[in-house]
């Protein structure tokens, strides 16, 4: 039994995920050597807990190995040319065999639902269909990949129309063409065309190994796409199933996918943790920066709310409500992580040239990396094309950083009227100025 505080703390910080995920459309790629894995009832039962939690669920299996066992049963090998396998009628033949194997496979334990057991009373439904349309990849250098095709076009409504009625969408490596042929697809292209023509909020690729420098040996756990791209041109050891997720990461970024999570398949529970834990354990790639510093909007009241909450009740921040959040809403500055909101200030105009900075806050698991500096930073320039000339602050116990960043100790007389009217004497919070 975990340490009951411990959980009801953990429970708790991973609400405000369970808000922003619900839901939303997450595609998520696994490839057929995780179905293959003695661990796959792990993956599935996480599957199962995200769907529970409203999360509209896409999930895009591969098959390589499975095609590759068939082929050899039958001393048979596959010819790739660039990385992708020719498809020819031997080999289409196992595609579907394997295709309909791991479909049945996947389709079982997600319908598993015995007392006692993860999945009890997890009653899901799972779709599988022609939701995708293929043409042939066709005679590339010559080469004729035979029955290996490429994505035509995504059925987003039909797979939309499932996702309402709260199914899970499964999706094979195959298209079908109008013609009535078969192809065999990426499932790395399918789960990324699906997830743009969804336009999901997430595409989750689920990889054989971490996202992690060659150099260092450190997991990357951010990239823009520029940062994505720079690594593939400067880090051509990376393994082969992560290079192929980053290059449909990019792809996926330029496309419209909001983010793409990078996660290391053999990690228990990685899906969780990567989605309900504030750092996450795999590597995140967006088109934009991951954290910005900028303005506050209404909708950021809750996340400023729950970062001052603790700090007001230590008697550090002095008391603000929500009506005085939305009335001076304008005032904040806030650095945004991934949707979630770590830090905050405001710069409150008191009077002519002059102005109070206030609610200065950076959550304790992001302190001593500069934020509060740049949070200042902006204040600062906030300040200036606002033509303020004097800022305030009155600290109780952060009196050295604010002299440290060249504030001065001034007397109580100084302070702006207004200011002198609604000072707490019974705080006695030190008065602290910078000239412009
Ligand atoms: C003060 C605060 C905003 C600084 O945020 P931050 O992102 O850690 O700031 P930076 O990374 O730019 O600066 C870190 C430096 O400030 C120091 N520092 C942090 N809090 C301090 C304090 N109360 N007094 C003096 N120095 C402090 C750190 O020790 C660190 O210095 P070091 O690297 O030499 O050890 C943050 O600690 C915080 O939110 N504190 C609680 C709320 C608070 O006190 N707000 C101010 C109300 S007036």
Redesign the pocket.
């Known amino acids: 039994m975990p340490n009951s505080d411990s959980f009801v703390n953990w429970f708790r910080d991973s609400s405000p995920y369970i808000h922003a995920h619900r839901n939303r459309t997450f595609v998520i790629y696994f490839g057929g050597e995780a179905v293959l894995d003695d661990t796959l009832h792990n993956l599935i039962h996480d599957f199962a807990l995200l769907n529970s939690l409203g999360i509209r669920l896409v999930l895009v299996h591969g098959i390589r190995p499975q095609i590759d066992q068939r082929l050899k049963l039958q001393n048979k090998q596959s010819q790739f040319y660039q990385q992708l396998r020719i498809t020819d009628d031997t080999a289409l033949q196992c595609v579907k065999e394997s295709a309909g194997l791991v479909r049945i496979e996947i389709e079982t334990l997600l319908s598993l639902g015995v007392a006692n057991s993860p999945m009890s009373g997890a009653k899901i439904s799972v779709i599988s269909g022609n939701f995708v349309t293929a043409q042939p990849l066709g005679v590339l250098d010559g080469i004729d990949y035979q029955y290996t095709g490429k994505v035509r076009r995504i059925d987003s409504a039909a797979i939309h129309q499932q996702l309402d009625l709260g199914h899970v969408v499964l999706i094979s490596p195959l298209g079908y063409s109008p013609s009535g042929e078969l192809f065999n697809l990426s499932a790395e292209q399918v789960a990324t065309e699906i997830a743009t023509s969804l336009q999901a909020e997430k595409l989750i690729l689920m990889t054989e190994q971490s996202c992690q420098s060659t150099e260092s040996g450190q997991l990357i756990a951010q990239m823009t796409t520029l940062e994505a791209e720079y690594l593939i041109d400067h880090e051509p050891q990376l393994e082969a199933s992560t290079q192929c997720a980053i290059q449909s990461a990019i792809y996926g970024c330029q496309s419209g996918v909001n983010r793409v999570h990078i996660l290391n398949r053999h990690i228990d529970g990685a899906l969780l943790i990567e989605l309900f834990s504030r750092d996450g354990i795999g590597t995140l790639i967006s088109s934009t920066e991951f954290e910005i510093i900028r303005p506050a909007v209404l909708s950021d009241i809750p996340g400023i709310l729950d970062l001052i909450t603790p700090?007001q009740q230590q008697g550090?921040?002095i008391p603000r409500s929500e009506e005085h959040l939305e009335i001076n809403i304008n005032d904040y500055i806030v650095i945004d992580r991934d949707g979630l909101i770590i830090?905050c200030?405001a710069l409150h105009p008191v009077e002519q040239h002059a102005g109070l900075?206030?609610?200065?806050?950076?959550?304790?698991d992001?302190?001593?990396?500069?934020?509060?500096?740049?949070?200042?930073e902006q204040l600062l320039n906030k300040a200036k094309q606002h033509s303020i000339t004097r800022l305030f602050?009155?600290?109780?116990?952060?009196?050295?950083?604010?002299k440290?960043r060249g504030f001065q100790d001034s007397q109580f007389s100084t302070l702006p009227a207004v200011l002198q009217e609604s000072y707490n004497h019974l705080r006695n919070?030190k008065v602290l100025t910078k000239d412009l």
């Open positions: 700090l550090i921040l830090a200030t900075i206030a609610c200065l806050a950076v959550h304790p992001y302190q001593k990396a500069t934020r509060g500096n740049q949070l200042l602050a009155l600290s109780t116990q952060t009196i050295l950083w604010f440290e919070a």
